[in-house]
């Protein structure tokens, strides 16, 4: 078991979609891996002070276990929460994502059980795609395992994942990276994993990539700057690519170079909504350019997307900045019917209302806002400003 010293992440992660399947063949068998997971009845005595056992509470000590790579502490809580609570898909998704490089058939029950929720549905169906689609124990679905439980944000997880992935094949540049960067996010260093990887690949755009958010992630952004465009002219058809230079740019001050590489994104994928999110987020956030190109632009992505209220809710922001709180009002009522999940939808509505003197609703989008997100993340400080303005108890 190990104890983790966290650090704080400068930027959120990017698109790694992109990522998921560009795999290897050819790859080894690992060595033999015996079950690590155990019984430890005694230690669930310890989780609860009542015959009944709190499923919250189950769940943050199971995510404790998870952070510490305590794997048959984290299995042996998840097990006790889903017998208490065989309804909980969150617990049934987080013990099929445990389960799933070790014992991938019980793995399987659990993630069609978390699949049946809508709010887990698609989590469990990566999963699940992997389990489907590679031999169960070889490198490759150590490596795609890995890579999914990136782009799930499960970075514990990766680790264990991508550490089995080199026991099978330590020449698997990829996994390397990718090991590096689960590291990274879990506030160790790294650099070592993605320097070995960078040395085996120097050209590949996934490993440059990582490179690159690594540098981001410690705050030296010209460096990010430059390994991300590396990463992007060795793969000039990958609008994630551009759109990671933008943000980078974006991040250092640079807003005419993130709206020229904003723009390549949505170029290279004009019928992918979510690039056209990113910029459309970047004219609402900085309102660079909004009385010229920024403005058109806002105006027809909300037109070639009507039913997306993040960019509805771009458009919404920029109108409010010119200007017209009624306007943008109006705009955002319809945002948050289409994206009801969505922070900075209930964010915007929320100082809209607070503007146009309506305490009670405002109150009532900022305490949403605190109900998706942390109080210590961007928006929850934002919201939480908010309820102090307007006398509201901060949840």
Same mark, same amino acid.
């Given at each position: 078991?190990?104890?983790?010293?966290?650090?704080?992440?400068?930027?959120?992660?990017?698109?790694?979609?992109?990522?998921?399947?560009?795999?290897?063949?050819?790859?080894?068998?690992?060595?033999?891996?015996?079950?690590?997971?155990?019984?430890?009845?005694?230690?669930?005595?310890?989780?609860?002070?009542?015959?009944?056992?709190?499923?919250?509470?189950?769940?943050?000590?199971?995510?404790?276990?998870?952070?510490?790579?305590?794997?048959?502490?984290?299995?042996?809580?998840?097990?006790?929460?889903?017998?208490?609570?065989?309804?909980?898909?969150?617990?049934?998704?987080?013990?099929?994502?445990?389960?799933?490089?070790?014992?991938?058939?019980?793995?399987?029950?659990?993630?069609?059980?978390?699949?049946?929720?809508?709010?887990?549905?698609?989590?469990?169906?990566?999963?699940?795609?992997?389990?489907?689609?590679?031999?169960?124990?070889?490198?490759?679905?150590?490596?795609?395992?890995?890579?999914?439980?990136?782009?799930?944000?499960?970075?514990?997880?990766?680790?264990?994942?991508?550490?089995?992935?080199?026991?099978?094949?330590?020449?698997?540049?990829?996994?390397?990276?990718?090991?590096?960067?689960?590291?990274?996010?879990?506030?160790?260093?790294?650099?070592?994993?993605?320097?070995?990887?960078?040395?085996?690949?120097?050209?590949?755009?996934?490993?440059?990539?990582?490179?690159?958010?690594?540098?981001?992630?410690? @705050? +030296? #952004?010209?460096?990010?700057? &430059?390994? =991300?465009?590396? %990463?992007?002219?060795? $793969? !000039? *058809?990958?609008?994630?690519? /551009?759109?990671?230079?933008?943000?980078?740019?974006?991040?250092? @001050? +640079? #807003?005419?170079?993130?709206? &020229?590489? =904003?723009?390549? %994104?949505?170029?290279? $994928? !004009? *019928?992918?909504?979510?690039? /056209?999110?990113?910029?459309?987020?970047?004219?609402?956030?900085? @309102?660079?350019?909004?009385?010229?190109?920024?403005?058109?632009?806002?105006?027809?992505?909300?037109?070639?997307?009507?039913?997306?209220?993040?960019?509805?809710?771009?458009?919404?922001?920029?109108?409010?900045?010119?200007?017209?709180?009624?306007?943008?009002?109006?705009?955002?009522?319809?945002?948050?019917?289409?994206?009801?999940?969505?922070?900075?939808?209930?964010?915007?509505?929320?100082?809209?209302?607070?503007?146009?003197?309506?305490?009670?609703?405002?109150?009532?989008?900022?305490?949403?806002?605190?109900?998706?997100?942390?109080?210590?993340?961007?928006?929850?400080?934002?919201?939480?400003?908010?309820?102090?303005?307007?006398?509201?108890?901060?949840?």
């Amino acid at each position: 078991m190990r104890v983790r010293h966290k650090r704080h992440a400068l930027l959120g992660m990017g698109a790694i979609v992109w990522l998921i399947g560009m795999l290897f063949i050819g790859l080894t068998w690992p060595t033999d891996f015996s079950s690590a997971f155990s019984a430890q009845a005694d230690r669930l005595s310890t989780l609860t002070v009542s015959p009944t056992p709190d499923p919250s509470i189950l769940l943050q000590e199971a995510r404790r276990a998870i952070e510490a790579h305590d794997w048959p502490a984290a299995e042996q809580t998840l097990v006790t929460l889903v017998t208490a609570d065989p309804a909980n898909a969150q617990a049934s998704l987080l013990l099929g994502l445990l389960l799933a490089p070790v014992a991938p058939e019980r793995a399987q029950q659990w993630l069609k059980r978390a699949e049946a929720d809508p709010s887990q549905a698609e989590s469990a169906r990566q999963v699940l795609e992997v389990l489907a689609n590679h031999t169960p124990l070889r490198a490759d679905f150590y490596t795609a395992l890995g890579l999914t439980m990136c782009g799930l944000d499960e970075w514990a997880l990766a680790e264990r994942a991508l550490r089995l992935a080199l026991e099978a094949n330590a020449a698997n540049p990829i996994a390397l990276a990718y090991l590096g960067y689960a590291l990274d996010r879990q506030g160790e260093d790294g650099w070592p994993w993605l320097e070995q990887a960078r040395a085996m690949a120097p050209t590949s755009p996934q490993v440059l990539y990582l490179v690159g958010m690594h540098w981001r992630l410690i @705050g +030296d #952004l010209e460096a990010a700057r &430059r390994a =991300l465009t590396q %990463a992007y002219w060795a $793969a !000039p *058809d990958n609008p994630a690519l /551009a759109a990671e230079v933008g943000q980078t740019l974006q991040a250092a @001050g +640079d #807003l005419a170079g993130a709206e &020229r590489w =904003l723009r390549i %994104a949505v170029g290279l $994928a !004009p *019928d992918e909504a979510r690039w /056209a999110e990113l910029l459309a987020t970047f004219y609402a956030e900085t @309102g660079y350019n909004l009385e010229g190109a920024g403005m058109v632009f806002l105006q027809r992505a909300s037109t070639d997307f009507p039913q997306n209220g993040v960019l509805k809710a771009s458009l919404a922001w920029a109108i409010y900045r010119q200007g017209d709180a009624e306007a943008a009002l109006e705009q955002l009522q319809a945002a948050v019917e289409l994206a009801p999940r969505d922070v900075r939808v209930h964010y915007y509505l929320g100082a809209v209302q607070e503007h146009l003197g309506d305490g009670e609703a405002a109150r009532l989008a900022y305490s949403t806002v605190l109900t998706l997100v942390p109080r210590e993340s961007y928006y929850g400080e934002l919201a939480a400003r908010g309820l102090v303005r307007l006398s509201a108890t901060v949840p």
